[in-house]
T-cell receptor
Framework: KQEVTQIPAALSVPEGENLVLNCSFT??????LQWFRQDPGKGLTSLLL?????REQTSGRLNASLDKSSGRSTLYIAASQPGDSATYLC???????????FGTGTRLQVFP | GAGVSQSPRYKVAKRGQDVALRCDPI?????LFWYQQALGQGPEFLTY????????KSGLPSDRFFAERPEGSVSTLKIQRTQQEDSAVYLC?????????????FGQGTRLTVV
């Protein structure tokens, strides 16, 4: 059974720091991995999608990498801002099903 | 529509009451998913549709939970005889057909509180 773990569970940093959020998964038979952002009381906003054949994706200050063989992904946030404060979730899409399996998230707070 | 739309945004139900939650997926999206998110947890899979066909309902926690998508567009998640442990945010997502590498787009969710 696929299990997705995110470390750390919570992170509080001053504005301007570069951050690394970690996601690990136990079953490498995935189609893709997707990073989401969730603001309090809101739904999920898709940030980046990495296909299983890809190593990384970039969008603005965000960079996500994928090492499928070792079951790991990282989300790198450059020059963090208070507006980046949210919960970040990673999810893998299982092969042979269409299920997205989520981690429990990293709650990020960036203070001025 | 421009995005996935869910209604109502908030629902308070008395224990034992039946509720119905609605999801309007992105126009043209064939795949539709329902997830349940408890406070402080990641979303948990409930069920999946491709068009009107419910291909996977393995995540539905009990037979009190029922989902339908009769015309392959709008979907309704129904919970009968609600219990306190049903309190959660219910999220709906849609994605394009046939391509496992397409993004899933989520709605704002319905927050259900059972009192």
């Amino acid at each position: 059974k696929q299990e997705v773990t995110q470390i750390p569970a919570a992170l509080s940093v001053p504005e301007g720091e570069n951050l690394v959020l970690n996601c690990s998964f136990t079953d490498s038979a995935i189609y893709n991995l997707q990073w989401f952002r969730q603001d309090p009381g809101k739904g999920l906003t898709s940030l980046l999608l990495i296909q299983s054949s890809q190593r990384e994706q970039t969008s603005g200050r965000l960079n996500a990498s994928l090492d499928k063989s070792s079951g790991r992904s990282t989300l790198y946030i450059a020059a963090s801002q208070p507006g980046d404060s949210a919960t970040y979730l990673c999810a893998v899409r299982q092969q042979n099903t269409d299920k997205l399996i989520f981690g429990t998230g990293t709650r990020l707070q960036v203070f001025p | 529509g421009a995005g996935v739309s869910q209604s109502p945004r908030y629902k308070v139900a008395k224990r034992g009451q039946d509720v119905a939650l609605r999801c309007d997926p992105i126009s043209g999206h064939v795949s539709l998913f329902w997830y349940q998110q408890a406070l402080g947890q990641g979303p948990e899979f409930l069920t999946y549709f491709q068009n009107e066909a419910q291909l996977d309902k393995s995540g539905l926690p009990s037979d009190r939970f029922f989902a339908e998508r009769p015309e392959g567009s709008v979907s309704t998640l129904k919970i009968q005889r609600t219990q306190q442990e049903d309190s959660a945010v219910y999220l709906c997502a849609s994605s394009s057909y046939g391509h496992k590498n397409t993004e899933a787009f989520f709605g704002q969710g319905t927050r259900l509180t059972v009192v």
